[in-house]
């Protein structure tokens, strides 16, 4: 059964970092692209970043892109997205998703999704 369990939100002020982890379970993550996905409170989910099968030009959302990197460890079964430079428009609820091999910026593309990981940039 796949699985997918985010990790590493939290409260943080304007300026600082953070380092989100996604870990999978129960199928091999070598063959999958790996998505970061946010929604923030009354508003649609978007996009974040992604990076694919093979790890080259993971791509991001421009509101993100400078600020926040996508990395995947397929030994550990593990993707990362490190935030940094964060902001109060990047407070949402945070999830990983994959899809078989390539990137997409549609949630409606990935089939598997972890229940996501609260981030709150305040002051």
């Known amino acids: 059964q796949l699985q997918l369990v985010e990790s590493g939100g939290g409260l943080v002020q304007p300026g600082g970092s953070l380092r989100l982890s996604c870990v999978t379970s129960?199928?091999?993550?070598?063959?999958?692209?790996i998505g970061w996905f946010r929604q923030a409170s009354g508003k649609e989910r978007e996009g974040v970043s992604c990076i694919s099968k093979s790890g080259g030009s993971p791509n991001y959302a421009d509101s993100v892109k400078g600020r926040f990197t996508i990395s995947r460890d397929n030994a550990k079964n593990t993707a990362y997205l490190q935030m940094n430079s964060l902001k109060p428009e990047d407070t949402a609820v945070y999830y990983c998703?994959?899809?078989?091999?390539?990137?997409?910026?549609?949630?409606?593309?990935?089939?598997?999704w972890g229940q996501g990981t609260q981030v709150t940039v305040s002051s």
């Open positions: 998703a994959v899809r078989y091999v390539y990137c997409s910026n549609s949630g409606t593309d990935f089939g598997s």
């Open positions: 129960g199928f091999s993550l070598d063959n999958y692209a």
